[in-house]
């Protein structure tokens, strides 16, 4: 192998399973909750939502702390940050421990992500740097893909596999990563905003903690308001603190640009309603039909390659016609599947034609919304804002994920047989709301053809403002 194909392959590893673990717990979900009996699903959720909320807080300041002590060692470092906590996840004895390991597993993974395109991007030509990119996004999207089917395949064994497959690659790519990945680091990168990150952490948790605690605890019950109330003071800190760091995780003049801020917005409302749909087909399909998870893991299967099929033509029209458009389109898409399964599912089973063409509208919204996301984004940023840009969209991506779970825990409740088939149906309306606001946020993206220049330097402008060493 050439060495480039190395790199590519090592840091392809890494992103897989970092990828795969965001898609493939839904499926353990129910053995989980069987295996520890008498664990609450909202309890349960923790073990989605720690892993969504650290990863999408710390990835920023990951990268920049990755680019000033290097991306090999923040790549290895990650990787088996991420296969130690991987093993903690296999032998947690408890719902906690499972929680705080996927704590330091969502630690480790938002280290190596930004890592590993930081290596990949190097050991190409700047003309073919367009095509590195392609692959390692690629890479991801096949993990979404194969998610539900591996998942469905190792829960037939146990969940804990679902955790422990990940440690002999990952102590595959750490070995030949040591051996074949060369250091790159910039000596004056700026210095990661630790702070901020914890700040939008405990912002996320206290927030989504409240909504899954309110049906259970009582909306106006105390602790809830006293969640929502410190979600508030620590969102407004968050938001000073950005306006006055010198690299914070969100830069004030990126949040300016409309392009920018409408597909973050977007990315927040679609990504609830795409957990939501998730968690509450694999709910479905195993709590109310009775499919095994390896059974449910191939009904779903179809959604994800749908994705994955019209992601390519999604790239090509939102090129040509705008993201906007495509991604309204996909948002509404998206919306549709929703309606469809609000309409038609019933306890009896009827896959094909009852949950399927919910799926493949379904899965075709998501392959149209998530290019259009990543050009709405970062098409209005200049070239030294792209890689920031295209960070916090998977932050907002990664929060929104956490917020849906929060909330289809907080519809479904504990669903009795006799009024399943109405409180799921509120789950799939949640789901076509979601969708909705975020075809709403896409008609915001605007023309993005239009002034395209000024933005550029308007933003420029305020960045140097603010902090000339990071524009520089």
């Keep these: 192998m050439s060495r480039r194909a190395r ?4 840091v392809s590893v890494g992103v897989f399973v970092a990828s795969l673990d965001l898609f493939i717990v839904n499926i353990a979900f129910p053995d989980i909750q069987r295996d520890f009996a008498g664990t609450s699903l909202a309890s349960l959720s923790w073990v ?32 088996a940050l991420f296969t130690v906590a991987s093993a903690a996840c296999a032998a947690a004895p408890s719902i906690g421990v499972l929680v705080a390991a ?36 690629a890479v991801g999207g096949t993990a979404a893909a ?10 037939e064994l146990s969940w804990r596999w679902v955790f422990l497959v990940n440690i002999p690659i990952g102590i595959a790519a750490i070995v030949a990563g040591t051996r074949a990945l060369h250091e790159i680091r910039e000596e004056d990168a700026p210095r990661p905003d630790l702070v901020g990150a914890g700040l939008l952490t405990a912002a996320v948790a206290t927030l989504i903690g409240g909504i899954i605690e309110g049906p259970d605890w009582g909306w106006t019950d105390g602790r809830v308001l006293g969640l929502f109330a410190a979600a508030l003071v620590l969102s407004v800190a968050f938001v000073v603190r ?18 920018f801020a409408a597909a973050n917005i977007a990315g927040i409302f679609f990504f609830i309603g795409f957990s939501a749909m998730l968690l509450g087909s ?33 790239g090509i029209l939102s090129g040509r016609i705008g993201p906007r458009a495509v991604g309204t389109i996909g948002a509404l ?22 949950y399927l063409p919910g799926m493949l509208i379904g899965g075709a919204g998501v392959g149209f919304v998530n290019p ?64 909705f606001a975020s075809a709403a946020a896409f008609t915001l993206v605007g023309s993005l053809k239009a002034h395209k220049g000024n933005v550029e330097d308007e933003l420029e402008a305020a960045v140097a403002s603010m902090a000339p060493e990071v524009a520089a």
Excluded: C
């Design 7 to 10: 790199v590519a392959a090592i």
């Design 48 to 79: 989605l939502n720690a892993y969504a909320i650290v990863f999408a807080a710390l990835l920023v300041p990951a990268g920049r702390w990755a680019d000033r002590t290097g991306r090999k060692r923040a790549f290895l470092g990650g990787l």
């Design 102 to 137: 996927r704590v330091v597993q969502a630690a480790g993974a938002a280290v190596l992500m930004p890592a590993s395109l930081g290596l990949l991007l190097p050991e190409f030509p700047p003309e073919k740097r367009g095509l590195a990119i392609g692959l390692w996004a």
């Design 146 to 155: 194969a998610g539900p089917v591996i998942g469905g395949l190792l829960v």
């Design 242 to 259: 950005s306006g006055r760091h010198p690299v914070p995780i969100v830069e004030p003049a990126m949040v300016k640009v409309q392009a």
């Design 282 to 314: 694999v709910l479905w399909l195993t709590e109310v039909w009775g499919e095994t998870a390896l059974g449910a893991g191939l009904k779903i299967a179809p959604g994800p390659s749908m994705a994955a099929l019209f992601a390519v033509g999604g």
């Design 333 to 354: 898409l998206f919306g549709l599947g929703g309606v469809w399964w609000a309409t038609h599912l019933g306890v009896t089973e009827h896959y094909a034609s009852d």
């Design 372 to 435: 259009a996301l990543a050009g709405a984004a970062t098409a209005q940023l200049p070239p030294t804002r792209l890689a920031t840009g295209s960070a916090v969209l998977t932050m907002s991506r990664q929060l929104g994920s956490a917020l849906g779970v929060a909330l289809l825990v907080a519809v479904l409740g504990t669903p009795s047989p006799a009024n399943v088939v109405d409180t799921f149906d509120n789950a799939w309306w949640m789901m076509v709301a979601a969708a």
